[in-house]
């Protein structure tokens, strides 16, 4: 069966994790970003004084702070990019691992082996009751094939007695 290649699982799940890491620090630092330029309204600190009444010690101003946050909200998003991309790759990974372990089954299973089981240990989630019911399947599988052998080994028996006596 040829079918066009896709993107893996494991690929599928990095970059889902990475695009949400990024998406929620994305909306952290527009929230931080809004809240500084909120608080720093004006280039003119004696505005600052008339408004609120205070005295202001520090000449800090709008314009001094966008040419530091800019860089450092790059340098954020850059960062959970990245840890996004190497943690979504690593945990996917770490995830994904029993599904490889049942696909290793299968492959055995089609070339015949019926008497491998894979006994995945851990906790009951799905992959281990899917492992599980492969088990159970390849038991199944390597009875009725057991018991077709015993029926051929029988016919074949009976067939050759009675030529056996004719001749």
Known sequence: MNRRPGLSARLKLTLSYAG?????GGLLLAVVWVFVLRWLRTDDPRSLQQQYGVVVITGFTRS???????PAVATSL??????????????????????????DAARMASNGSLS???????????FRE???VFDTMLEQLQSHVAE????????SHELRTP???SQ
Do not use: C, K, Y
């Open 20 to 24: 949400f890491l990024l998406l929620g």
């Open 64 to 70: 001094d702070a966008l040419p530091g946050l800019v």
């Open 78 to 103: 850059a960062f959970l990019l990245v840890f996004g991309l190497l943690g979504g790759w690593l945990l996917a990974g770490r995830m994904l691992a029993p599904l490889t372990r049942i696909a």
């Open 116 to 126: 491998h089981r894979i006994r995945l240990p851990g906790r009951s989630d799905e």
């Open 130 to 132: 899917l492992a599980d």
């Open 148 to 155: 077709q052998q015993r029926f051929a080994a029988n016919a």
């Open 163 to 165: 030529l056996a006596i």
